[in-house]
């Protein structure tokens, strides 16, 4: 059975296959005990949008959809199961986000993604929504590559990005919003409190991903797992939590990993800036 045909089986369409080079390596420690030789990426896109998706959340649109490293890991772990079937005697390993290898670029030496000027990766069919996640193999699977996207000229989330993240000179991560949520602790830097008087989600930011025109007009996924959305949060629904408690009731959401002080802090900038939305 063609590689295609098993991966379209999972509806997995949008992936590559590509040699794994050394410069992909960004944790080495975790390529120790692993049994078998790296050769082979087979690396697979996983999209998250719905329609629908209220324009007054206060989550993002990925913060809200169920953990994408059960979600994808339970796929491509079924898929490592058809594989060894299929070669005998090889090695199969999975991971989403968890990898030793930097997995946007994987991706982009396929062709299969770009970094786009937002710096978030960029897919033909799936615009800006999609999850990554690869397996990797001895196995002699040829290997296959797509034509890369390209971004627009007009590039809209330049202007659209409230911070000035988004330059010409390329994309400063201290100031995008994005990053400056996902940082942990209970209190901001003057610097990131005065950056994110800007924000318009407690976690994460969808405001250049809403003005991308390649993310206009696309599919629903088709992974029912991501419409179980939580597009809303509030600083009462952590009332009486803690830490513990806190991420016992999100587990499997991914801002659940930085703890109740980080959401606190947030929504608490949120409502200071009266962008508390509902
Ligand atoms: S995520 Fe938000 S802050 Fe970051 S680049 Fe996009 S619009 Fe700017
Ligand atoms: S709006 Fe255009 S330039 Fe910006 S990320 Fe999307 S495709 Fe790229």
Same mark, same amino acid.
């Given at each position: 059975m063609a590689i295609c045909d098993l991966l379209r089986r999972f509806q997995i369409t949008e992936y590559c296959v590509v040699p794994i080079k050394?410069?992909?390596?960004?944790?080495?420690?975790?390529?120790?005990?692993?049994?078998?030789?790296?050769? !082979?990426a087979i690396v697979c896109l996983f999209p998250y949008f719905v329609s629908?998706?209220?324009?007054?959340?206060?989550? !993002?649109r990925y913060a809200s959809c169920p953990d994408y490293h059960i979600v994808a890991g339970r796929i491509l772990s079924q898929v490592c199961g058809e594989l060894r079937a299929l070669f005998p005697g090889c090695g199969f390993s999975s991971y989403t986000?968890?990898?030793?290898?930097a997995e946007k670029d994987l991706a982009a030496s396929g062709g299969l993604v770009i970094r786009g000027r937002n710096d978030i990766g960029l897919s033909e069919k799936y615009g800006q929504l999609f999850f990554i996640g690869e397996i990797v193999t001895d196995a002699p699977i040829a290997h296959e590559y797509r034509t890369p996207p390209v971004c627009c000229e007009d590039a809209p989330c330049v202007r659209a990005c409230p911070t000035g993240a988004i330059g010409r000179g390329g994309f400063n991560r201290e100031r995008c919003l994005s990053s400056i949520s996902q940082k942990g602790g209970a209190e901001f830097s003057t610097e990131d409190a005065r950056l994110f008087?800007?924000? &318009?989600?407690?976690?994460?930011?969808?405001i250049c991903l809403n003005a991308c025109? &390649?993310?206009?007009?696309l599919l629903a !996924?088709? +992974?029912?797992?991501?419409?179980? +959305?939580?597009?809303y949060i509030s600083s009462k629904d952590l009332e009486g939590l803690s830490n513990r408690t806190y991420r016992e009731k999100y587990k499997?959401?991914?801002?659940?990993?930085?703890?109740r002080a980080a959401m606190m802090r947030n929504l608490r900038h949120l409502k200071e800036n009266n962008k508390w939305n509902f």
């Open positions: 050394k410069e992909f390596v960004i944790y080495a420690h975790k390529l120790e005990n692993i049994g078998f030789r790296h050769d !082979t629908d998706y209220p324009a007054n959340a206060v989550l !993002t986000d968890d990898s030793p290898y008087r800007a924000a &318009r989600y407690a976690w994460g930011c969808d025109v &390649r993310n206009k007009g !996924t088709h +992974i029912k797992e991501f419409y179980d +959305i939580m597009p499997g959401r991914a801002f659940a990993g930085r703890g």
